[in-house]
């Protein structure tokens, strides 16, 4: 018996194993289309690639177009390269790749963005697809298993599965027999639509709140392709001096917060986004004096491992393995030492309000900027060029004991080494408020907002995380906007409206920020 049929446990499946080609005609244009996946994880890989060149190949670029409902991004061998032949007209809810990036912001596609908890539950509740009745056309799910009773096992990530099979009408799974069986290592809880929703009964990170198997009606099963394609994963993000400066600060401040009472001595569950910073904190930390570590996050990078190997983290729990090529090497080729420390949730656990809260855990995120009152700004450029998605940052930043953003002070541009400033008078799109944010940090310091009036916040963010070219520019704008509010008896957050946003508009006109001066 073949591996393929191993791993599908339950014989009568056995029938429905099919050659890729024979799924092609099952498409047609308009569809809605749920993928497993999310990150570079977990995701469809032999049915997405043959569909796009089919289109390649019989030339059918903008005539098979299809809408498309992803837990978060994938390999940009599959969404991005729909999107390089027009195979996508609406993509939610975060998205990565070139190609998807400048279909969205040409208007070619049509992307909705959104707190990637609510975007599983919302896609559960039918509210993208009330013009199909709430459904989706087609889901694309790849598993390591199918069980005896026709569950799924899933792989590298849970994503919205949940939600996706619920309101799909067909299903396609992909047997990815090139990777171990991931059974055992998910924690799937059922979609109910309230008012029957129950509690997640989650009081520690390695509490397993429901199955480890993704139930799913076996009729809805039209097709079972082998598939032998690893994820293409993630590029590992190097640390840099600026990185590693910002890490630096957030140790010190929890060493802090030891000494004061306000965390444990080892800490609370962690959270942590993608990129140089999150890698650079995660490696302090592995180096650091904290032991008896927990993790409750979205993505498991490859520091995690090296975190893992440190004795200093004891469990993680995640949406998805984020791992780079050589990262899934390592954690395939170390199964017995990594698997039974990990757990996956899909975004319905992992990023619900409810045990982020409980937990208590320590949110830490990269945006794009902040600004001298704490918005901070993690979507778009300019306030207009969207780059991926606000992510589940969000559902994180808003629930957390501490909800910290951290970021480079100054980037560059063509022309200027610093002629980004990375803390702005007011950032021109509004991701995270001043109300969710307790510390802000960069290279040049860190800020603890807790129990500070806006005032305060605007001139403690200037001193401890602009950078020095920037600090002077700042520090004259918040007096002048205090001076001009507040001789109008209008100043418990000044801003000047019709400058507020000159430095942007210099670095449109001029390639810096770097302005001459405030006045009109």
């Not at 799924?23 to 049915?47: D, H, L, R």
């Not at 009964?201 to 690893?230: F, M, Q, T």
């Not at 200093?312 to 170390?334: E, H, I, M, Q």
């Not at 039974?340 to 975004?347: C, D, Q």
């Amino acid at each position: 018996m073949s591996e393929l049929h191993n791993r599908i446990r339950k014989s009568s499946l056995h029938s429905r194993i099919v050659n890729v080609d024979q799924v092609i005609p099952m498409f047609k244009n308009g569809m809605n289309i749920g993928w497993s996946g999310f990150t570079p994880a977990g995701y469809p890989k032999v049915v997405p690639i043959a569909l796009a060149d089919h289109v390649e190949k019989n030339q059918l670029q903008g005539k098979l177009r299809f809408n498309l409902f992803i837990g978060a991004s994938v390999g940009v061998e599959t969404e991005d390269r729909w999107a390089s032949l027009d195979m996508i007209d609406r993509r939610w809810p975060y998205q990565t790749g070139k190609n998807i990036q400048a279909g969205i912001n040409e208007g070619r596609i049509r992307m909705g963005d959104k707190h990637l908890s609510m975007f599983a539950q919302d896609l559960g509740y039918g509210f993208y697809t009330k013009e199909n009745g709430g459904r989706l056309d087609l889901a694309i799910i790849e598993c390591s298993a199918i069980t005896e009773n026709g569950d799924l096992v899933l792989t590298a990530s849970c994503g919205a599965v949940p939600e996706i099979v619920q309101i799909a009408d067909k299903i396609i799974i992909e047997i990815n027999t090139s990777i171990p069986n991931f059974e055992g290592l998910h924690d799937i809880v059922e979609p109910i639509t309230p008012p029957n929703r129950l509690p997640y009964l989650i009081c520690r990170v390695d509490d397993r709140a429901g199955s480890p198997y993704v139930r799913v009606d076996n009729d809805k099963i039209v097709a079972i392709v082998e598939s032998d394609r690893p994820d293409n994963g993630r590029a590992f993000s190097e640390q840099d001096d600026t990185s590693e400066a910002i890490a630096t600060h957030i140790i010190d401040f929890f060493s802090a917060e030891v000494k004061a009472g306000r965390l444990p001595k080892n800490l609370l569950p962690l959270q942590s986004g993608v990129g140089s910073i999150a890698n650079a904190v995660i490696g302090g930390l592995a180096n650091g004096p904290f032991t008896g570590l927990k993790v409750w996050t979205e993505v498991l990078q490859d520091t995690m491992l090296d975190f893992f190997d440190s004795g200093k983290l004891d469990f993680a729990s995640t949406v998805s393995l984020s791992f780079s090529v050589d990262g899934f090497k390592r954690f395939y080729g170390n199964w017995d030492k990594y698997s039974n420390k990990v757990m996956m949730r899909p975004l319905s656990i992992a990023n619900h309000p409810e045990p982020i809260r409980r937990l208590g855990c320590i949110a830490m995120n990269t945006p794009v900027e902040f600004d001298i009152y704490a918005h901070a700004n993690s979507t778009l450029v300019g306030g207009t060029r969207m780059i991926n998605g606000i992510g589940g940052s969000g559902d994180f930043l808003r629930n957390a004991y501490l909800s910290i953003m951290h970021t480079p002070s100054a980037r560059p541009t063509k022309t200027d080494p610093t002629g980004i400033t990375c803390v702005v008078p007011h950032v021109p799109h509004v991701d995270h408020t001043e109300h969710d944010l307790d510390v802000l940090v960069t290279e040049q310091g860190l800020a603890d907002l807790r129990g500070l009036d806006p005032k305060s916040r605007a001139k403690l963010i200037i001193q401890k995380c602009a950078h020095p070219d920037y600090k002077p520019l700042l520090s004259d704008y918040f007096e002048r906007a205090a001076h001009d509010c507040l001789g109008r008896k209008a100043g418990h957050e000044p801003q000047l409206l019709d400058r507020v946003f000159k430095m942007q508009v210099n670095l449109a006109k001029k390639g810096t920020m770097k302005i001459d001066n405030w006045d009109l």
